[in-house]
C-alpha cells in the first residue's frame, strides 16, 4: 500500500473510532461529582422518588438573564441540578428554563404565581435597583406546586424532590399532633412548620382528654407527635399512648422536665404523669437542666437609673449541642442544635442516643428541686458537687416495647394485652426548639421537620434538607489592581507569543547551523576525513 492510501487508511480508522466513541458517549456515560458534599448530584432519595414516577412531571423555571452574581449562581446550579434529575428519571421529567426580560415569559410567570424580585445592584459609578424572576413550577397531570422564589441553592433539592412526592403521592400519610394537656397543638407552630407539615401530611390534632375510657387512637393516624404538655396526663390518656406504641406505629415526646419562663427566667416543679411509662420503656427523664459552656448567647436588659442597658452574655442553660449522630435521619448533616432549657436522659444500652452535651456541661445540684431563679446575670459556675456531663439530651428507641397496662389496670374495664411491639420512639428531654419565639435561628424548626419525616418513615427528606451551596465570590481588589489586571490581560498574552515564537526561531537558527557544520563540503585542498 502507498504512503497516500496509508494514511487515507489511518485518517478513516481514527474518524470512525471518534464516531463510535461519540455514539457510545450519547448512550452510556459517566459523571463525577467533585464539590464538597457532593451538591451537583443527587440524593439515594431523590433517585428513587424519581425512577418511581408514575408519570411525566414538567418543571418550569423562570430566571431573569441580568441576575447579581450571587444569584447568578444559583440559576446556574439550577439547571445543573434540573439535567440530574431528569437523568435520574429516565427521561419522565422535563424540564424547560425561561430566561431574558420577554415580555411573554414575564406574562407566563405572573400567572403561575410568581413575582418579581428587587435587586440592589452597586458598581463604580452608580447605583440601581433592578428587578427579575427567580422562581419554578412544577406541574404533574393537573397538579402543580409553586416555588416562587429561589435565591439561594440552599435546600433546592429538598424543596423540588418534597414537591414532587407531594404532586405524585397516592395519599399523605395522617400525623397527630396531640393538642391537649397543655400541649403545643397546631396553632401554636411556627407558621412555615405548620405550612409544610400541612402540605406533606394530613395534620390532625389530637385531644387526648376527649378519648373515652379505655378507647385508643383511630387507626389510620400513621404517627403521634407530643411536644410540651404542661397538664398532668390522666390514665386514660397514658393508656391511648400506651396502645399507639403497642400497635407498632412510631411517636416521638418532647418533654419539658421543668417549668420555666422565659421572660422572668423563674423556674419550678413540673411532673406531666409520664414517668412510670418511660420508665416502662427503658427511659428517665431527670428533672434538672443542662447547663454547658457551648451555650447560645442572650441579650438582657437592665435599668440603671434612667438608662437602659443591653448585655449580651452567654446563657449556660441554652445548650448549643454539637456531638449529634451524624447517620440519624433527624441529626444528619445538622452541625448545632439549639436546646433551651434542656433535661438529661437516661437511656437503655440499645438506644441510638441522637444528641450530646459537651465535655464542658454540668448540672447544678441547688437545681435539683424546688423553685428557683435562673436569671442569665447571675454566676452558674459549676460547683465541685455538681454532676458533669456530657448527658444525653436525645435519643430514638426501636421496639420490642412491653405495655405499661395490664388487663386490669385497663381505664374502661380489662382489654386483649398485645404482644410486645416493634414501634419507633423518639425523646428529646425539651419542647421548647419547637416554639416561635425560641427557634434557636431556624434550626429549632429544622429539627422539628426531621422529627416529623422520621415518624412519617421518610428519612429521606430530611437527610436531603440541610444540602447546601455555598457562593464565593472573587475577592475584590483596588481599583489600581483592576488596572494593572486589565493591561496584564491585553499585553501578557502577545508578549508570550513573541517570546514563543523568538525561542522556536533561535532554536531552529541553531539546528540549521549545527546542521551546517556536520553536512558543509570540506575545504579545497584540505583531505576528507
Request: charged share 20%; net charge positive.
Amino acid at each position: 500500500m502507498s504512503g497516500r492510501h496509508r494514511r487515507t487508511a489511518e485518517a478513516a480508522l481514527v474518524a470512525g473510532c471518534l464516531a463510535l466513541a461519540n455514539l457510545v458517549g450519547a448512550r452510556l456515560y459517566l459523571r463525577a461529582d467533585l464539590s464538597a458534599g457532593g451538591i451537583y448530584s443527587l440524593s439515594d432519595g431523590s433517585k428513587r422518588i424519581l425512577a418511581a414516577l408514575p408519570g411525566p412531571v414538567e418543571v418550569r423555571a423562570y430566571f431573569s438573564k441580568e441576575l447579581p452574581p450571587e444569584y447568578a449562581a444559583a440559576r446556574a446550579y439550577a439547571r445543573d441540578l434540573l439535567r440530574e434529575y431528569r437523568s435520574a428519571s429516565g427521561g419522565r421529567l422535563r424540564f424547560r428554563v425561561y430566561e431574558g426580560s420577554d415580555p411573554a415569559a414575564r406574562q407566563e410567570a405572573y400567572r403561575q404565581g410568581i413575582a418579581p424580585l428587587q435587586f440592589n445592584v452597586v458598581s463604580r459609578d452608580k447605583y440601581e435597583v433592578r428587578e427579575g424572576f427567580m422562581g419554578m413550577v412544577v406541574q404533574y397531570a393537573d397538579k402543580k406546586e409553586v416555588l416562587p422564589v429561589l435565591s439561594q441553592p440552599e435546600g433546592l433539592e429538598y424543596d423540588l424532590t418534597s414537591r414532587i412526592r407531594l404532586l405524585t403521592a397516592a395519599s399523605r400519610p395522617k400525623l397527630a399532633l396531640v393538642s391537649s394537656h397543655g400541649a403545643i397543638g397546631p396553632d401554636e407552630l411556627h407558621p412555615q412548620v405548620r405550612e409544610y407539615l400541612e402540605r406533606n401530611y394530613q395534620l390532625v390534632p389530637l385531644r387526648l382528654d376527649a378519648l373515652a375510657p379505655g378507647t385508643t387512637v383511630a387507626a389510620d393516624v400513621s404517627a403521634l407527635l407530643l411536644l410540651g404538655p404542661s397538664e398532668r396526663l390522666d390514665s386514660k390518656a397514658l393508656f391511648a399512648l400506651d396502645q399507639f406504641l403497642m400497635s407498632g406505629r412510631p411517636a416521638a415526646l418532647a418533654l419539658d422536665g421543668r417549668q420555666a419562663d422565659p421572660r422572668s427566667f423563674l423556674v419550678s416543679d413540673l411532673d406531666v404523669g409520664l414517668g412510670g411509662l418511660l420508665k416502662r420503656y427503658g427511659v428517665t427523664l431527670r428533672p434538672n437542666f443542662v447547663l454547658d459552656a457551648q451555650c447560645q448567647k442572650l441579650a438582657v436588659e437592665s435599668r440603671r437609673g434612667w438608662l437602659t442597658l443591653q448585655n449580651v452574655v452567654d446563657y449556660p442553660p441554652f445548650v448549643l449541642a454539637t456531638d449529634l449522630d451524624p447517620g440519624h435521619p433527624v441529626t444528619r448533616h445538622a452541625q448545632a442544635l439549639p436546646l433551651p432549657f434542656v433535661c438529661p436522659l437516661d437511656v437503655p444500652p440499645g438506644a441510638k442516643v441522637l444528641a450530646r452535651s459537651s465535655r464542658m456541661s454540668w448540672q447544678r445540684a441547688a437545681w435539683a428541686r424546688g423553685s428557683f431563679s435562673a436569671n442569665p446575670m447571675q454566676s452558674m459556675a459549676p460547683a465541685p458537687a455538681d454532676p458533669k456531663g456530657p448527658f444525653v439530651l436525645a435519643a430514638a428507641l426501636d421496639g420490642p416495647f412491653q405495655s405499661f397496662f395490664s388487663g386490669a389496670q385497663a381505664p374502661g374495664g380489662p382489654f386483649s394485652a398485645r404482644s410486645p411491639a416493634a414501634a419507633r420512639l423518639l425523646i428529646v428531654g425539651t419542647a421548647r426548639f419547637a416554639r416561635p419565639q425560641m427557634s434557636g435561628g431556624g434550626s429549632g424548626p429544622v429539627l422539628l421537620l426531621n422529627i416529623a419525616d422520621w415518624l412519617a418513615q421518610d428519612p429521606d427528606l430530611g437527610a436531603m434538607r440541610a444540602k447546601t451551596a455555598v457562593f464565593r465570590p472573587l475577592i475584590e481588589i483596588p481599583a489600581g489592581g483592576k488596572a494593572l489586571v486589565r493591561w496584564l490581560l491585553v499585553l501578557l498574552p502577545p508578549a508570550a507569543a513573541a517570546a514563543f515564537g523568538a525561542l522556536r526561531l533561535a532554536r531552529r537558527r541553531r539546528l540549521r547551523a549545527r546542521r551546517r557544520e556536520r553536512f558543509a563540503p570540506p575545504a579545497p585542498g584540505t583531505a576528507a576525513a
